[in-house]
């Protein structure tokens, strides 16, 4: 299974970035994925999550401003990110795994996201 993100850039505050992540491999669409953030000196944070029935979790901090969805058909998965602040900065990761288990094994490998 590989994972492909771009859509990553450098932005001012306000403005609207749309990250978009590339899988490949999976034999079916039973798989939920999710996009993670990581800055310097913090752990991964969870930003958005999205199950095979699309039912999606947002973390408080996008919750209104962030939209995860996927299209299986193009096996690619979003997110529109509106209203950027600087606290949105970060590198965001994709990541698959299969929702009967709740560990990701599967990752992209990052784009970073820069807002000013």
């Known amino acids: 299974v590989q994972l492909v993100e771009s859509g990553g850039g450098s932005v001012r505050a306000g403005t609207s970035l749309t990250l978009t992540c590339v899988t490949s491999?999976?034999?079916?669409?039973?798989?939920?994925m999710g996009w993670f953030r990581q800055v310097p000196g913090k752990q991964r944070e969870k930003v958005a999550l999205?199950?095979?029935?699309?039912?999606?979790h947002y973390s408080q901090s996008v919750k209104g401003r962030f939209t995860i969805s996927r299209d299986n058909a193009k096996d690619t998965l979003y997110l529109q990110m509106n209203s950027l602040k600087p606290e949105d900065s970060g590198i965001y990761y994709c990541?698959?795994?299969?929702?009967?288990?709740?560990?990701?094994?599967?990752w992209g490998q990052g784009t970073q996201v820069t807002v000013s």
């Open positions: 990541a698959a795994r299969p929702c009967t288990n709740g560990r990701y094994p599967y």
């Open positions: 491999g999976y034999t079916d669409d039973g798989h939920c």
């Open positions: 999205i199950g095979s029935d699309r039912a999606t």
